[in-house]
């Protein structure tokens, strides 16, 4: 297990934009995959975006495509999700997460068994 610590939620018009970070401690993080998930209300927990342990390779579920992107920093042990052009139908409790994904797994989110407590996302209309 890995421990790991959102932030960056908040509210924000339809339109705009917010960073989300996650942080987790150093070798495990490194190591690991990281993704991003959401949770609207009434609504089962959906993959949002994934990253590989290098950085190299990303995948985005199509909703997200051309708005959000995906980063991490290993030195400093941290993953974003840069949000834009922002709509309502984003608004979710989002969440990290830390495992095993590649590209060759697309949206398929299973490898994942470490996650952050969330962060709420709300973007009014």
């Known amino acids: 297990q890995v421990q790991l610590v959102e932030s960056g939620g908040g509210l924000v018009q339809a339109g705009g934009s917010l960073r989300l970070s996650c942080a987790g401690p150093?070798?495990?993080?490194?190591?690991?995959?990281m993704g991003w998930f959401r949770q609207a209300p009434g609504k089962e927990r959906g993959f949002v975006s994934a990253?590989?342990?290098?950085?190299?390779?990303?995948y985005y579920t199509e909703s997200v495509k051309g708005r959000f992107t995906i980063s991490r920093d290993n030195a400093k042990n941290t993953v974003y999700l840069q949000m834009n052009s922002l709509k309502p139908e984003d608004t979710a409790v989002y969440y990290c997460?830390?495992?095993?994904?590649?590209?060759?797994?697309?949206?398929?989110?299973?490898?994942?068994?470490?996650w952050g407590q969330g962060t709420q996302v709300t973007v009014s209309s």
């Open positions: 997460a830390a495992g095993y994904w590649s590209i060759a797994l697309g949206s398929d989110g299973g490898g994942f068994g470490s």
């Open positions: 150093g070798r495990p993080f490194r190591t690991s995959a």
């Open positions: 990253i590989s342990r290098s950085g190299g390779s990303t």
